[in-house]
């Protein structure tokens, strides 16, 4: 009896345990939720300030106190951009998409392929070459600035997009996480199609490539929001005008309007908006490709 006394006593107070557990873990929840949402509000607020000044009128700007949240939306800003003759929004849009989207598909297939090769094959001085590839990660692209332009000289592209897309068109970090990833795929599936009579080509095009969609998506995103804000690399390149991509043109846009804040706000938010778009559609891509490739 004293056994079955015992053990009622402690069903009973295994639900009150569970309460104050479930308690405590609220509480610690509550703690975590309000520092995530403090970090996301202090992140944001250069955000949300810019898309804000974006709609004021110049003389609300320069209002003290300042305010977040315009007093009375204009459109004013985006008109004038728009209808500037000086500014050819529409043809900086163009360069940066045929150059970002060059890059882009080409990176895509250059990282595969060579991932797929140094994931897949035995060859002399394989790990040697792979190391060097990685290492050339840690070259800042200001040492190697001089010695690619003065290339692109020689080629006779320099002041076009063309020598924008062709420095651009591997990646050290697209092979590496390229490699990551096939080398999770079963070598069967490689050993079977070589008995199918595939070639090595189609093996590559028809069993490994179908497999990456999460890894290509992953690394598509990455390149994209890195060559859609390169600025620097452009700036050197180009001098034509019409050639600019809109990094460069916000600058330019900037320097010609430095006291209409209205206006740089405006130009900042279409060129940051293709970015979000494509960020906020294929976010949960880049989560799930990360964790197949088991890249950290």
């Known amino acids: 009896m004293a056994i079955l006394d015992r053990t009622s006593t402690l069903l009973k107070e295994a639900p009150a345990q569970q309460r104050r557990s479930r308690a405590r873990l609220s509480a610690g929840q509550v703690i975590i939720y309000i520092i995530l949402i403090v970090g996301i509000l202090y992140t944001l607020l250069p955000f949300l300030w810019m898309l804000g000044t974006s709609f004021k009128s110049s003389t609300e ?16 800003s985006y008109r004038t951009i728009f209808t500037d003759p000086s500014v050819p929004l529409a043809r900086f849009y163009l360069n940066s998409i045929i150059v970002t989207f060059s890059i882009v598909a080409m990176v895509l297939f250059t990282s595969s392929l060579a991932g797929f090769v140094f994931a897949k094959y035995t060859f002399f001085g394989k790990n040697l070459w792979f190391t060097l590839i990685l290492a050339t990660m840690m070259i800042p ?7 690619l332009y003065l290339v692109l000289v020689k080629l006779g592209i320099t002041d076009s997009l063309l020598g924008l897309i062709v420095p651009g068109a591997t990646s050290a970090f697209g092979i590496f996480l390229m490699r990551q990833f096939i080398e999770s795929i079963p070598s069967e599936l490689i050993d079977a199609a070589r008995i199918d009579g595939a070639s090595e080509f189609g093996i590559y095009w028809q069993v490994i490539l179908p497999q990456m969609g999460a890894a290509l998506a992953t690394l598509g995103i990455f390149q994209f929001m890195g060559t859609w804000n390169d600025y620097l690399w452009p700036l ?7 050639k ?32 979000v778009v494509i960020y906020f559609f294929f976010q949960r891509w880049i989560v799930r490709g990360i964790a197949l490739t088991g890249f950290k």
Request: aromatic share 8%; proline share 10%.
């Open 61 to 76: 700007i320069v209002r003290m106190p300042p305010t977040l949240i315009p007093e009375k939306f204009t459109l004013s």
């Open 141 to 147: 692209f200001q040492v190697i600035m001089i010695p």
């Open 236 to 242: 050197i390149v180009i001098t034509t005008t019409e």
């Open 244 to 275: 600019r991509t809109l990094p460069i043109m916000l600058t330019w846009y900037n320097s010609q309007h430095g006291s209409r804040f209205d206006l740089t706000m405006a130009a900042s938010v279409l060129v940051i908006l293709p970015i």
